[in-house]
């Protein structure tokens, strides 16, 4: 009988550790990208401006230095990765696409 109750206590216990998720922490990085500092941006813009509007970008391409790349991804919890991007290409110094995605 003892047993018994044992093994029940126990299957009870490990059936619902099955359907109990654990939390999961909201991970976000990268910089923050938010619509009014977009809006800011226009071409004929300096380097130096988008980034005083923008700030600097965590990632830089060394194989593209006419281009700033912003890049902010958050993931709450169990929710899909959401991802922001903004693309700045220059010529000459000076902003000539802002590009979204």
Excluded: W
Aim: glycine content about 6%; hydrophobic content about 40%; charged content about 25%.
């Amino acid at each position: 009988m003892k047993n018994l109750i044992l093994l029940v206590i126990l299957t009870i216990t490990l059936s619902s550790c099955a359907i109990i998720r654990p939390h999961k922490k909201d991970v976000d990085q990268g910089n923050v990208i938010t619509a009014s500092e977009v809006e800011r941006l226009h071409t004929g813009m300096s380097e130096g401006a988008v980034r005083d509007v923008m700030g600097d970008p965590i990632t830089i391409n060394i194989f593209e230095d006419n281009r700033l790349n912003y890049v902010y991804t958050m993931q709450r919890g169990y929710e899909n990765m959401k991802i922001k991007r903004v693309v700045c290409v220059f010529e000459h110094g000076r902003l000539v696409e802002i590009k979204r995605g």
